[in-house]
């Protein structure tokens, strides 16, 4: 089998910054990690490559020269080989011209039978590049899976929805995101660390794919962020206190006039 991982290469949850003039990530190659949900989709696909022998196992990534850390990170966790998009006319793409360059990417590679991903990436947050992966693919795409089984030519998977559980089973090739059920990661040992580190990675670009250049980057996001703010919180305290038990009614009273006024009691409330 031919299964290909998507994964992402992050900033650390506690560090996303955003550029409030461009509406851009500020991303520190120096803070960044491997997105946590990938991690279940590359614990998947070995798996996968345990139980049907001559699977390979490639992982795809798109992002600047430092992603390959990530590419590293998902060999070490059971990854055959990787293959990083980049390119400064990548930069700024979309959801929509990711994906572009996604499925470009998988063509070129050759045949597949498979396409894992997280269910989403915990910057973006989106979930959108896989399944719009899989249509520019023009391929089934299977959403928030817990479990998968390989059945011949087809897979069976359960899938969380909104009030429960379905059942599914899909043709191959397919692409299938994963949540955090499906699995838990092993850590890798520290000599799959070790022989990761020294894996280098072919790094494609435009040409490579046979795209124009301005079929990629902020050229051909149809999709923009037009103001990134941080919400202000502005608190009002008021303080009634009352002098023993004879200004106790009239705090009270103050107390319920107070939230009449700003409506979050009711006239004949108590």
Known sequence: MNVIVFIKQVPGTTNVRM???TGAMLRDPSDTVLNPLDEHAITEAAKIKDGQPGTVVT????GPPSAVKALQEACARGA???VLLSHKAFAGSDTIATSRALAAAVR???PVDLILAGEKSIDGETGQVGPMTAAMLELPAVT???RLNLEGG???VQRLVEDGVEELAVTLPALVTVVRDINN??????????MAKKMTFPVWGPEELGLKETDTGLKASPTRVVKVFSPKFARSTAIFRADGEAGLDASVQAVIDLL???????KGGA
Do not use: H, N
Not at 185 to 194: A, T
Not at 260 to 266: A, N, Q
């Open 144 to 146: 928030f899976v817990r």
């Open 59 to 62: 992982a795809l990534t798109m």
């Open 185 to 194: 990661p092993p850590l890798p040992s520290l000599r799959r660390y070790v």
């Open 154 to 156: 087809r897979i069976r």
């Open 19 to 21: 550029d409030p003039a």
């Open 108 to 110: 070129k590679l050759g």
């Open 260 to 266: 009449r006024t700003k409506e979050i009691l009711k």
């Open 80 to 82: 055959d080989q990787g």
